[in-house]
């Protein structure tokens, strides 16, 4: 590790910089436990710091997870009290939660607020609300009246649904027809991921603790006119089970449909992007190369810049001319931490 690499993650260790979660473990020579980026923790001196990709590999030295940032969990995993509630919420995704409900699973109103506010950026009240209105929009898109929408939503008042409807959906229920687009959230060893999903075709995927990724979601729906809900699709299911092949070492190709949702230009640098073989890499020079437009370089950069599926469309292969690591909407960190593992997995394993 360079002397360079060796200050950054210090650094990242004082700051506790939630983008180094998952990418650097930090082992402590005087308490001899291993730690994460964002450990509350006091501070050691750098000279008692050894830096390590896993915690594993920490552990194998000698040293001990940390008791108060466990090391071990996925970075910003979902407490198994709040996988307890959403799971009761995907088997009555219609249902009304009261308090006495939430006081069942063992659940305050104000601290179901601000735990789904903090994951999910809306309101325990505002996620099932749009979960219940989901289930109306499939029943719509199905073809059933209104009045079977309304009873899917758990709705007793016929006026009720129909304002909430058009307030969420932005049209009444008598005149929606489109399907809804499912967003789903899910861990990963770098932290949590968002899917968007149209059925069958992935809309979206990215790293959720990106500032970018809402606006990119909404300005996309928007664009589409689509309504955003929380939920799971054949899509975002494919995509997560492929996702946690590829941190598994399993899957070196994504073979879940995309929508491809852009110009035809953009399109076809995707779909380049998409061709660059895992463990490798390319500069933007040689993607409009293999595209044939080799004078298009920051037309290709452009339209990569638009990229709405992380890891799927790998524009963590792309590097400059002279093999430095380029801008990365997800951090320069996460991406060296990406190329740093596909070269171990296809150095460890023979191609297929």
Same mark, same amino acid.
Do not use: I, N
């Given at each position: /590790? *360079?002397? !360079?690499?060796?200050r950054e993650y210090y650094q990242a260790l004082l700051d506790r910089d939630p983008a180094y979660e998952g990418l650097v473990f930090f082992g402590i020579r005087t308490t001899g436990i291993v730690c994460r980026p964002t450990?509350?923790?006091?501070?050691p001196k750098q000279e008692n710091c050894e830096f390590f990709a896993s915690v594993q590999e920490a552990m194998a030295a000698g040293y001990r997870p940390?008791?108060?940032c466990r090391p071990l969990d996925l970075p910003g995993s979902a407490s198994p009290a709040l996988e307890q509630l959403l799971a009761a919420i995907e088997a009555q995704p219609e249902r009304r939660w009261s308090p006495a409900d939430l006081a069942a699973l063992g659940w305050g109103a104000q601290a179901a607020k601000r735990?789904?506010?903090?994951?999910?950026? /809306? *309101?325990? !009240?505002?996620?099932?609300?749009?979960?219940?209105?989901?289930a109306a929009q499939a029943e719509l898109a199905e073809g059933q009246p209104v009045t079977a929408a309304q009873i899917a939503a758990g709705y007793e008042s016929s006026s009720g649904f129909r304002a909430a409807f058009q307030r969420h959906m932005g049209e009444a229920p008598s005149r929606a027809g489109g399907?809804?687009?499912q967003a789903e959230w899910f861990e990963s060893p770098?932290?949590?991921?968002?899917?968007?999903?149209?059925g069958e075709r992935l809309v979206l995927l990215g790293f959720a603790g990106r500032k970018e990724l809402w606006p990119q979601m909404s300005r996309l729906a928007q664009r589409h006119q689509a309504n955003l809900v929380p939920g799971s699709c054949s899509s975002t299911r494919s995509i997560r089970r492929e996702i946690e092949g590829y941190f598994a070492g399993s899957v070196r190709t994504f073979e879940t449909p995309i929508a491809w949702f852009g110009t035809e230009f953009q399109v076809a640098c995707w779909q380049a992007l998409k061709a660059i073989p895992f463990g490798e890499t390319r500069s933007y020079a040689q993607l409009a190369v293999s595209m044939g437009r080799p004078t298009a370089v920051r037309a290709v950069a452009q339209a990569n810049a638009r990229n709405h599926l992380s890891l799927v469309l790998p524009c963590h292969r792309i590097v400059g001319s002279d093999g430095s690591l380029t801008g990365y909407a997800a951090g320069l960190a996460r991406k060296r931490w990406l190329l740093d593992w596909e070269a171990r997995v296809r150095d460890a394993q023979p191609k297929r």
């Open positions: /590790m *360079t002397t !360079a690499l060796h450990c509350p923790a006091r501070k940390c008791k108060r735990a789904f506010s903090a994951r999910f950026g /809306m *309101t325990f !009240a505002a996620y099932t609300r749009a979960r219940r209105l989901a399907a809804a687009w770098l932290g949590p991921m968002l899917a968007v999903g149209e």
